[in-house]
Nanobody
Framework: QVQLVESGGGLVQPGGSLRLSCEAS?????MDWDRQVSGKPRELVAT???????KYLDSVKGRFTISRDNAKNTVYLQMNSLKPEDTGVYYC??????????WGQGTQVTVSS
């Protein structure tokens, strides 16, 4: 069983920045951030594997950066130039090397003036 603890959400004005963190209780393989925007299906925002390969949702490319510290089993999502449409609940997801999936509790990100 892997526990994921997220932090870093909050309220920010358009154009502002936030950094999300997610610490896993043990080693995992791929880690990613998904988000649930009201009225829309959950979408994958950014993913990073254990080797550092990254992939992003088109709408966040150039604004968001995913990174990880393998020694701390922690993944980060640096979000810059935030827009109101980025508002939603952000979930950390981790997949172990044997293919088991785990989810964090979610953290609210609100972009509003």
């Amino acid at each position: 069983q892997v526990q994921l603890v997220e932090s870093g959400g909050g309220l920010v004005q358009p154009g502002g920045s936030l950094r999300l963190s997610c610490e896993a209780s043990s080693n995992v393989d791929t880690m990613d951030w998904d988000r649930q925007v009201s009225g829309k299906p959950r979408e994958l925002v950014a993913t990073i594997d254990s080797g550092g390969f990254t992939k992003y949702l088109d709408s966040v490319k150039g604004r968001f950066t995913i990174s990880r510290d393998n020694a701390k089993n922690t993944v980060y999502l640096q979000m810059n130039s935030l827009k109101p449409e980025d508002t939603g609940v952000y979930y950390c997801h981790a997949r172990t090397i044997v293919g088991r999936d785990y989810w964090g509790q979610g953290t609210q990100v609100t972009v509003s003036s």
